[in-house]
Protein backbone atom coordinates (compact mmCIF):
# COMPACT_ATOMS: atom_id res chain seq x y z
CA UNK A 1 0.00 0.00 0.00
CA UNK A 2 1.03 3.30 -1.03
CA UNK A 3 2.49 5.42 1.90
CA UNK A 4 0.18 8.82 1.13
CA UNK A 5 1.57 12.16 2.76
CA UNK A 6 -1.40 14.96 2.97
CA UNK A 7 0.21 18.10 3.36
CA UNK A 8 -1.87 20.92 4.95
CA UNK A 9 -1.00 24.41 3.82
CA UNK A 10 -1.80 27.65 6.33
CA UNK A 11 -0.42 30.94 6.75
CA UNK A 12 0.99 30.52 10.51
CA UNK A 13 1.26 33.08 13.18
CA UNK A 14 3.03 34.02 16.64
CA UNK A 15 2.05 31.77 19.41
CA UNK A 16 3.26 33.81 22.11
CA UNK A 17 3.59 37.38 22.66
CA UNK A 18 7.44 37.27 22.54
CA UNK A 19 6.81 35.93 18.89
CA UNK A 20 5.24 38.95 17.18
CA UNK A 21 8.81 40.43 16.85
CA UNK A 22 10.44 37.60 15.65
CA UNK A 23 7.31 36.78 13.09
CA UNK A 24 6.93 39.96 12.02
CA UNK A 25 11.05 39.92 10.81
CA UNK A 26 11.10 36.80 8.77
CA UNK A 27 7.72 38.23 7.34
CA UNK A 28 9.10 41.69 6.11
CA UNK A 29 12.88 39.47 5.60
CA UNK A 30 10.93 37.74 2.53
CA UNK A 31 12.10 39.86 -0.69
CA UNK A 32 8.74 38.47 -2.00
CA UNK A 33 6.97 40.81 0.32
CA UNK A 34 9.04 43.77 -0.25
CA UNK A 35 11.46 44.25 -3.48
CA UNK A 36 14.16 46.11 -2.69
CA UNK A 37 16.60 47.95 -5.39
CA UNK A 38 19.28 46.49 -3.28
CA UNK A 39 19.08 43.09 -1.62
CA UNK A 40 21.67 44.21 1.10
CA UNK A 41 18.70 46.83 2.12
CA UNK A 42 16.13 43.62 3.30
CA UNK A 43 16.93 42.59 6.94
CA UNK A 44 17.83 45.95 7.80
CA UNK A 45 14.17 47.30 6.55
CA UNK A 46 12.87 44.00 8.20
CA UNK A 47 14.44 44.65 11.75
CA UNK A 48 13.02 48.61 11.39
CA UNK A 49 9.87 47.57 10.38
CA UNK A 50 9.22 44.23 13.06
CA UNK A 51 10.41 46.85 15.80
CA UNK A 52 8.12 49.34 15.03
CA UNK A 53 5.10 47.40 14.43
CA UNK A 54 5.47 45.05 17.71
CA UNK A 55 4.08 46.95 20.04
CA UNK A 56 0.81 47.36 18.68
CA UNK A 57 0.38 43.92 16.77
CA UNK A 58 1.39 42.56 20.33
CA UNK A 59 -1.65 44.55 22.32
CA UNK A 60 -4.26 42.76 19.28
CA UNK A 61 -2.58 39.74 20.70
CA UNK A 62 -3.00 40.21 24.09
CA UNK A 63 -6.52 40.89 23.40
CA UNK A 64 -7.14 36.95 21.96
CA UNK A 65 -5.27 35.67 24.95
CA UNK A 66 -1.27 36.26 24.12
CA UNK A 67 -0.88 34.53 20.46
CA UNK A 68 -2.20 33.24 17.56
CA UNK A 69 -4.13 29.47 17.75
CA UNK A 70 -3.85 28.70 14.67
CA UNK A 71 -1.24 26.54 14.53
CA UNK A 72 -2.65 24.56 17.88
CA UNK A 73 -5.99 24.38 15.60
CA UNK A 74 -4.04 23.42 12.37
CA UNK A 75 -2.26 20.24 14.22
CA UNK A 76 -5.44 19.47 15.81
CA UNK A 77 -6.87 19.10 12.23
CA UNK A 78 -4.36 17.33 10.44
CA UNK A 79 -4.37 14.95 13.47
CA UNK A 80 -8.10 14.26 13.41
CA UNK A 81 -7.71 13.76 9.19
CA UNK A 82 -4.83 11.49 9.28
CA UNK A 83 -6.86 9.44 11.59
CA UNK A 84 -10.53 9.83 9.60
CA UNK A 85 -8.31 8.79 6.39
CA UNK A 86 -6.62 6.12 8.13
CA UNK A 87 -9.88 4.32 9.21
CA UNK A 88 -10.80 4.35 5.74
CA UNK A 89 -8.04 2.29 4.36
CA UNK A 90 -5.97 4.83 3.26
CA UNK A 91 -1.88 4.91 4.93
CA UNK A 92 -1.94 8.58 5.39
CA UNK A 93 -0.02 10.85 7.42
CA UNK A 94 -0.57 14.72 7.73
CA UNK A 95 1.79 17.34 7.78
CA UNK A 96 1.35 21.25 8.47
CA UNK A 97 3.35 23.58 6.60
CA UNK A 98 3.23 26.96 7.18
CA UNK A 99 4.12 29.89 5.08
CA UNK A 100 5.61 32.67 7.36
CA UNK A 101 5.76 30.75 10.86
CA UNK A 102 6.46 27.37 12.30
CA UNK A 103 6.26 24.69 11.12
CA UNK A 104 7.76 26.64 8.28
CA UNK A 105 6.88 23.87 4.51
CA UNK A 106 10.92 23.36 4.67
CA UNK A 107 10.38 21.23 7.80
CA UNK A 108 7.22 19.75 6.28
CA UNK A 109 8.97 18.35 3.20
CA UNK A 110 11.97 17.22 5.63
CA UNK A 111 9.58 15.05 7.38
CA UNK A 112 7.77 13.79 3.96
CA UNK A 113 11.53 12.58 2.57
CA UNK A 114 12.54 11.24 6.34
CA UNK A 115 9.18 9.25 6.44
CA UNK A 116 9.36 7.66 3.00
CA UNK A 117 6.34 8.95 1.80
CA UNK A 118 5.71 7.76 -2.13
CA UNK A 119 3.24 10.64 -3.24
CA UNK A 120 1.84 13.94 -1.75
CA UNK A 121 -1.33 14.83 -2.04
CA UNK A 122 -1.38 18.97 -1.27
CA UNK A 123 -4.54 20.25 0.89
CA UNK A 124 -4.52 24.44 1.31
CA UNK A 125 -6.40 25.29 4.35
CA UNK A 126 -8.22 28.21 2.11
CA UNK A 127 -11.30 26.63 0.72
CA UNK A 128 -11.19 29.58 -2.03
CA UNK A 129 -8.58 30.10 -4.09
CA UNK A 130 -6.51 33.41 -3.96
CA UNK A 131 -3.23 34.71 -5.16
CA UNK A 132 -2.28 35.83 -1.45
CA UNK A 133 -3.39 32.67 0.10
CA UNK A 134 -3.20 29.43 -1.83
CA UNK A 135 -1.36 31.17 -4.74
CA UNK A 136 1.74 32.44 -1.96
CA UNK A 137 1.87 28.78 -0.79
CA UNK A 138 1.73 26.70 -3.61
CA UNK A 139 4.78 29.01 -5.38
CA UNK A 140 6.36 28.19 -1.86
CA UNK A 141 6.29 24.71 -2.44
CA UNK A 142 7.08 24.86 -6.12
CA UNK A 143 10.71 26.69 -5.15
CA UNK A 144 11.03 23.70 -2.66
CA UNK A 145 10.40 21.17 -5.09
CA UNK A 146 12.51 23.06 -7.95
CA UNK A 147 15.56 22.91 -5.53
CA UNK A 148 15.28 19.42 -4.23
CA UNK A 149 15.38 16.48 -6.77
CA UNK A 150 14.30 13.55 -3.97
CA UNK A 151 11.22 15.70 -3.52
CA UNK A 152 10.80 16.81 -7.18
CA UNK A 153 10.57 13.28 -7.90
CA UNK A 154 7.41 12.41 -5.50
CA UNK A 155 3.68 12.42 -7.21
CA UNK A 156 2.27 15.30 -6.07
CA UNK A 157 -1.54 16.24 -6.31
CA UNK A 158 -2.72 19.65 -5.43
CA UNK A 159 -6.10 20.56 -4.50
CA UNK A 160 -6.62 24.30 -5.69
CA UNK A 161 -10.31 25.40 -3.61
CA UNK A 162 -13.09 23.15 -2.39
CA UNK A 163 -15.50 26.34 -1.88
CA UNK A 164 -18.66 24.49 -3.43
CA UNK A 165 -17.76 20.76 -2.25
CA UNK A 166 -20.35 19.41 -0.59
CA UNK A 167 -18.78 18.07 2.64
CA UNK A 168 -17.97 21.70 3.31
CA UNK A 169 -21.12 23.49 2.56
CA UNK A 170 -22.86 20.98 4.51
CA UNK A 171 -20.52 21.90 7.41
CA UNK A 172 -20.94 25.61 7.03
CA UNK A 173 -24.81 25.53 7.05
CA UNK A 174 -24.71 23.16 10.17
CA UNK A 175 -22.81 25.70 12.16
CA UNK A 176 -24.80 28.59 10.68
CA UNK A 177 -27.87 26.92 11.31
CA UNK A 178 -27.09 26.15 14.77
CA UNK A 179 -26.79 30.06 15.64
CA UNK A 180 -30.25 30.75 13.73
CA UNK A 181 -31.85 28.48 15.77
CA UNK A 182 -30.73 30.36 18.88
CA UNK A 183 -32.13 33.62 17.75
CA UNK A 184 -35.31 35.10 19.03
CA UNK A 185 -36.87 35.18 15.67
CA UNK A 186 -34.88 32.44 13.50
CA UNK A 187 -37.11 33.59 10.20
CA UNK A 188 -36.02 37.15 10.25
CA UNK A 189 -32.38 36.66 11.49
CA UNK A 190 -30.10 38.60 9.11
CA UNK A 191 -27.09 36.55 8.25
CA UNK A 192 -23.85 38.28 7.46
CA UNK A 193 -21.40 36.66 5.75
CA UNK A 194 -17.99 38.57 6.26
CA UNK A 195 -15.07 37.26 3.80
CA UNK A 196 -11.39 38.24 3.87
CA UNK A 197 -10.70 40.71 1.46
CA UNK A 198 -8.22 41.27 -1.43
CA UNK A 199 -7.39 44.52 -3.48
CA UNK A 200 -10.01 44.81 -6.35
CA UNK A 201 -7.30 45.06 -8.78
CA UNK A 202 -6.35 41.30 -7.73
CA UNK A 203 -9.49 40.22 -9.49
CA UNK A 204 -10.10 42.72 -12.20
CA UNK A 205 -6.81 42.87 -13.74
CA UNK A 206 -4.56 39.59 -12.48
CA UNK A 207 -7.85 36.98 -13.26
CA UNK A 208 -7.84 36.13 -9.55
CA UNK A 209 -10.78 33.78 -9.02
CA UNK A 210 -11.45 34.19 -5.02
CA UNK A 211 -14.60 37.16 -5.75
CA UNK A 212 -16.58 34.59 -7.89
CA UNK A 213 -15.77 31.60 -5.71
CA UNK A 214 -16.39 33.30 -2.25
CA UNK A 215 -20.20 34.53 -3.94
CA UNK A 216 -21.06 30.90 -5.55
CA UNK A 217 -19.77 29.37 -2.32
CA UNK A 218 -22.49 32.28 0.38
CA UNK A 219 -25.11 31.14 -2.21
CA UNK A 220 -24.38 27.49 -2.33
CA UNK A 221 -24.57 27.64 1.86
CA UNK A 222 -27.95 29.85 1.73
CA UNK A 223 -29.36 27.09 -0.42
CA UNK A 224 -28.54 24.37 2.05
CA UNK A 225 -29.38 26.41 4.81
CA UNK A 226 -32.73 26.89 3.31
CA UNK A 227 -33.44 22.92 3.45
CA UNK A 228 -32.14 22.51 6.74
CA UNK A 229 -34.36 25.08 8.50
CA UNK A 230 -37.11 25.08 6.20
CA UNK A 231 -37.50 28.60 5.83
CA UNK A 232 -35.13 31.22 3.66
CA UNK A 233 -32.84 34.36 5.84
CA UNK A 234 -32.02 37.49 4.44
CA UNK A 235 -28.25 37.44 3.76
CA UNK A 236 -24.75 40.29 2.93
CA UNK A 237 -21.77 39.46 1.92
CA UNK A 238 -18.94 42.03 2.65
CA UNK A 239 -15.36 41.84 2.91
CA UNK A 240 -13.03 42.83 5.97
CA UNK A 241 -9.06 43.35 6.46
CA UNK A 242 -8.75 46.22 4.26
CA UNK A 243 -5.58 47.97 4.31
CA UNK A 244 -4.09 50.81 2.11
CA UNK A 245 -5.61 53.47 0.06
CA UNK A 246 -6.33 51.73 -3.02
CA UNK A 247 -9.89 49.99 -3.63
CA UNK A 248 -10.52 46.36 -2.23
CA UNK A 249 -13.54 44.14 -3.08
CA UNK A 250 -16.68 45.83 -1.92
CA UNK A 251 -19.20 46.00 0.43
CA UNK A 252 -16.65 46.52 3.62
CA UNK A 253 -17.58 44.88 6.51
CA UNK A 254 -17.93 47.86 8.45
CA UNK A 255 -19.53 50.11 5.60
CA UNK A 256 -22.32 47.16 5.72
CA UNK A 257 -22.91 46.85 9.49
CA UNK A 258 -23.75 50.41 9.58
CA UNK A 259 -25.92 50.25 6.66
CA UNK A 260 -27.78 46.95 8.20
CA UNK A 261 -28.04 49.26 11.69
CA UNK A 262 -29.62 52.22 9.57
CA UNK A 263 -32.02 49.63 7.92
CA UNK A 264 -33.29 48.28 11.55
CA UNK A 265 -31.82 44.90 11.50
CA UNK A 266 -32.14 43.41 15.17
CA UNK A 267 -30.84 39.96 14.89
CA UNK A 268 -27.12 39.71 12.97
CA UNK A 269 -25.68 36.31 12.75
CA UNK A 270 -22.04 36.80 11.32
CA UNK A 271 -20.23 34.11 9.40
CA UNK A 272 -16.34 34.08 8.94
CA UNK A 273 -16.88 32.22 5.35
CA UNK A 274 -13.00 31.98 4.12
CA UNK A 275 -11.77 30.74 7.78
CA UNK A 276 -11.62 27.80 8.64
CA UNK A 277 -9.95 28.20 11.94
CA UNK A 278 -9.74 30.84 14.54
CA UNK A 279 -7.12 33.31 14.49
CA UNK A 280 -6.71 36.99 14.96
CA UNK A 281 -9.29 37.99 12.66
CA UNK A 282 -11.95 36.02 13.92
CA UNK A 283 -11.10 36.57 17.46
CA UNK A 284 -9.97 39.97 17.52
CA UNK A 285 -11.55 42.17 14.49
CA UNK A 286 -14.88 40.55 14.02
CA UNK A 287 -15.47 39.33 18.15
CA UNK A 288 -14.08 42.75 19.59
CA UNK A 289 -13.90 45.16 16.46
CA UNK A 290 -16.65 44.73 14.43
CA UNK A 291 -19.50 43.86 17.42
CA UNK A 292 -18.27 47.24 18.94
CA UNK A 293 -19.46 48.73 15.37
CA UNK A 294 -22.41 46.51 15.12
CA UNK A 295 -23.81 47.93 18.52
CA UNK A 296 -22.95 51.57 17.73
CA UNK A 297 -24.75 50.84 14.54
CA UNK A 298 -27.71 49.93 15.90
CA UNK A 299 -27.46 45.73 15.97
CA UNK A 300 -28.82 44.73 19.84
CA UNK A 301 -28.20 40.93 18.99
CA UNK A 302 -24.45 39.62 17.45
CA UNK A 303 -23.92 35.98 17.04
CA UNK A 304 -20.53 34.70 15.37
CA UNK A 305 -20.79 31.81 14.04
CA UNK A 306 -17.53 29.25 14.99
CA UNK A 307 -14.73 28.77 12.70
CA UNK A 308 -14.93 25.11 11.63
CA UNK A 309 -11.55 23.91 13.21
CA UNK A 310 -12.39 20.18 14.23
CA UNK A 311 -15.61 20.17 13.01
CA UNK A 312 -16.36 16.23 11.87
CA UNK A 313 -18.15 17.16 8.80
CA UNK A 314 -15.76 19.28 7.98
CA UNK A 315 -13.25 16.83 8.80
CA UNK A 316 -14.82 13.89 6.71
CA UNK A 317 -15.33 16.50 3.77
CA UNK A 318 -11.43 17.01 3.52
CA UNK A 319 -11.05 13.07 3.55
CA UNK A 320 -13.55 12.86 0.56
CA UNK A 321 -11.09 15.79 -1.09
CA UNK A 322 -8.20 14.06 -0.70
CA UNK A 323 -9.68 10.61 -1.58
CA UNK A 324 -10.94 12.29 -4.76
CA UNK A 325 -7.21 14.16 -5.69
CA UNK A 326 -5.81 10.58 -5.53
CA UNK A 327 -8.17 8.54 -7.45
CA UNK A 328 -7.74 11.47 -10.05
CA UNK A 329 -5.18 13.26 -12.46
CA UNK A 330 -2.05 14.55 -10.82
CA UNK A 331 -2.15 18.09 -10.09
CA UNK A 332 0.91 20.20 -10.45
CA UNK A 333 1.66 23.39 -8.35
CA UNK A 334 2.25 25.05 -11.18
CA UNK A 335 -1.46 24.35 -12.47
CA UNK A 336 -2.46 24.57 -9.00
CA UNK A 337 -1.32 28.19 -8.59
CA UNK A 338 -2.39 29.49 -12.13
CA UNK A 339 -4.34 32.72 -12.90
CA UNK A 340 -5.95 33.06 -16.20
CA UNK A 341 -4.23 36.65 -17.01
CA UNK A 342 -0.66 37.13 -16.98
CA UNK A 343 -0.21 40.69 -15.93
CA UNK A 344 2.46 42.84 -14.29
CA UNK A 345 0.08 45.38 -12.39
CA UNK A 346 3.09 47.55 -11.47
CA UNK A 347 6.58 48.10 -12.49
CA UNK A 348 9.33 45.78 -11.04
CA UNK A 349 12.54 47.19 -11.84
CA UNK A 350 12.55 49.40 -8.88
CA UNK A 351 10.88 49.88 -5.16
CA UNK A 352 8.00 47.33 -6.13
CA UNK A 353 5.43 47.18 -3.39
CA UNK A 354 2.72 46.97 -6.13
CA UNK A 355 0.76 43.35 -6.67
CA UNK A 356 2.61 41.24 -8.81
CA UNK A 357 2.52 38.11 -9.57
CA UNK A 358 5.15 36.69 -7.07
CA UNK A 359 4.63 39.02 -4.24
CA UNK A 360 2.41 37.76 -0.87
CA UNK A 361 0.00 39.46 0.76
CA UNK A 362 0.39 39.26 4.43
CA UNK A 363 -3.33 36.89 4.96
CA UNK A 364 -4.40 39.51 2.35
CA UNK A 365 -4.29 41.99 4.77
CA UNK A 366 -0.68 43.04 4.31
CA UNK A 367 -0.68 44.96 0.75
CA UNK A 368 2.19 46.87 -0.86
CA UNK A 369 0.96 49.93 -1.22
CA UNK A 370 0.19 49.70 2.92
CA UNK A 371 4.01 49.12 3.11
CA UNK A 372 4.25 52.81 0.56
CA UNK A 373 2.01 53.94 3.15
CA UNK A 374 4.23 52.97 5.78
CA UNK A 375 7.07 54.83 4.10
CA UNK A 376 4.97 58.76 3.55
CA UNK A 377 4.50 58.42 7.52
CA UNK A 378 7.70 57.12 8.50
CA UNK A 379 9.60 60.01 6.39
CA UNK A 380 6.70 62.24 7.58
CA UNK A 381 7.02 62.19 10.90
CA UNK A 382 3.10 61.63 11.45
CA UNK A 383 4.10 58.54 13.90
CA UNK A 384 2.68 55.04 13.88
CA UNK A 385 0.94 53.12 11.00
CA UNK A 386 -2.07 52.59 10.91
CA UNK A 387 -1.90 51.02 7.07
CA UNK A 388 0.12 47.81 7.67
CA UNK A 389 -2.63 45.36 9.47
CA UNK A 390 -2.15 42.14 11.49
CA UNK A 391 -2.09 38.28 11.32
Not at 172 to 177: D, E, P, S, V
Request: charged share 20%; with cysteine.
Amino acid sequence: MAKVGVLLLNLGGPERIQDVGPFLYNLFSDPEIIRLPNPVLQKPLAWLISTLRSGKSQEAYRSIGGGSPLRRITEQQARELQSELRSRGIEATSYVAMRYWHPFTESAVSDIKADGIDEVVVLPLYPHFSISTSGSSFRELQRLRQADPNFSRLPIRCIRSYFNDPGYINAMAGLIAAQIRACNTPETAHIFFSAHGVPKSYVEEAGDPYQKEIEVCSELIMARLAELLGHGNPSTLAYQSRVGPVEWLKPYTEEALADLGAAGVAELVVVPISFVSEHIETLEEIDIEYRELAHEAGIAHFRRVPALDTNPAFICGLADLVQRAMAGPEVNLDQAAELPNKVKLYPQDKWAWGWNNSSEVWNGRLAMVGFSAFLVELLSGRGPLHAIGLL
